[in-house]
């Protein structure tokens, strides 16, 4: 009798093991997941031929079996801004050593591919979702499958449980720096102030203006758009206009608003920080590498990131907590470089 082997486009299975070691399927299944008794040779046996045949286990099917998932999911808006990727490493690192497999989708900030990421986690069976949220639809469809979930970076749902960089913080640690060195007329740059860690920032920045008893100069705060090209066109259109005279500081409220504005500077000659002192957010790699170095409020990424990992862990492993939302706020920090100098 010819032994059958599986074809070659097709996944290998318990059952073509079985058939291949003339085995039962049970017994194969006993010594691939570890539980049940199988003698140590036949183990090794089964084992062997599983890796020569590439086998590879079948987690959907094997979690829909358990009604369980040792897969969590992490939905971010995108990864060419380098503090989804820090946050995602950070995030991915403490799911692996409790381990947990992470899912991750990118929704584009688009609320429909969003839902549409939420779904896919759903049929997957994973056990949670962190997800950096564009609107309630996708929270609550996961939510109504049982689903532990989380809110990271911003917040659409109050009594959802939130981990979050404290972007009020944030806002006014920047500000305050550059009063305390002289700065009044301060810009603040901003792509959009939909989300609530902008606005956050925002509302950080005219925090510090009131403590010295100063009115926040309104007409400077810009909101440049949601693209590349579209931040790079404001940007050169403040500084080409009347609106920047008596500036001395811009405030960069994100990373990538800070990878522009400061190439925005060095295409139009604006000298760093002698024409106008420059203070970044995040602490990507770039801006240390650039000179002048560029001083930043470091949101503490991947501490983020592994604190929104262990929330949800927590929130996995105890599902009789979910009912009380939990706001966990990471401190920002200052990072002292070379972009800003007092004004005399």
């Not at 806002?171 to 609530?196: F, K």
């Amino acid at each position: 009798m010819v032994e059958k082997t599986p074809e070659p486009d097709k996944r290998v299975t318990i059952t073509d093991i079985a058939i291949q070691l003339k085995l039962s399927t049970s017994t194969v299944s006993r010594a691939l997941s570890g539980q049940g008794y199988v003698s140590g040779k036949a183990r090794q046996r089964i084992v062997d031929t599983a890796r020569e045949l590439g086998y590879v286990p079948d987690v959907n099917a094997r979690n829909l079996r358990r009604r369980s998932s040792n897969q969590i999911g992490l939905v971010v808006s995108n990864l060419w801004d380098p503090f989804y990727a820090h946050l995602a490493a950070g995030f991915e690192g403490i799911a692996r050593s409790h381990g947990y497999d992470v899912v991750l989708i990118l929704d584009r900030a688009d609320p429909e591919e969003e839902v549409l990421a939420a779904e896919s986690l759903i049929a997957m069976n994973v056990s949670g979702v962190a997800i950096t949220p564009v609107s309630a639809s996708a929270i609550t469809r996961l939510t109504d499958h049982g689903l532990a979930v989380i809110q990271l970076d911003r917040s659409v749902i109050r009594t959802q449980s939130l981990v979050a960089s404290d972007n009020f913080d944030g806002g006014n640690l920047a500000t305050r720096h550059l009063l305390d060195l002289g700065h009044r007329r301060i810009s603040i740059m901003i792509d959009h102030v939909r989300w609530t860690s902008g606005s956050a920032r925002l509302e950080g920045y005219r925090s510090a203006f009131r403590e010295d008893g100063l009115t926040a100069p309104e007409e400077l705060i810009l909101q440049l758009g949601e693209t590349r090209e579209a931040m790079q066109s404001s940007i050169k259109t403040f500084f080409n206009s009347a609106l920047r005279q008596g500036v001395t500081a811009i405030i960069a409220a994100n990373s990538v608003v800070s990878e522009i504005l400061y190439r925005c500077c060095q295409d139009l000659d604006i000298a760093i920080p002698d024409d106008i002192s420059v203070i970044g957010y995040d602490d990507v790699h770039w801006t240390t590498l650039v000179r002048p170095s560029l001083t930043v409020v470091s949101q503490n990424v991947d501490e983020l990131g592994r604190e929104a990992a262990n929330a949800l862990i927590n929130a996995v492993k105890h599902p009789e907590n979910r009912g009380s939302a939990t706001r966990v706020l990471i401190q920002p920090t200052l990072l002292e470089r070379e972009s800003v100098k007092a004004v005399r």
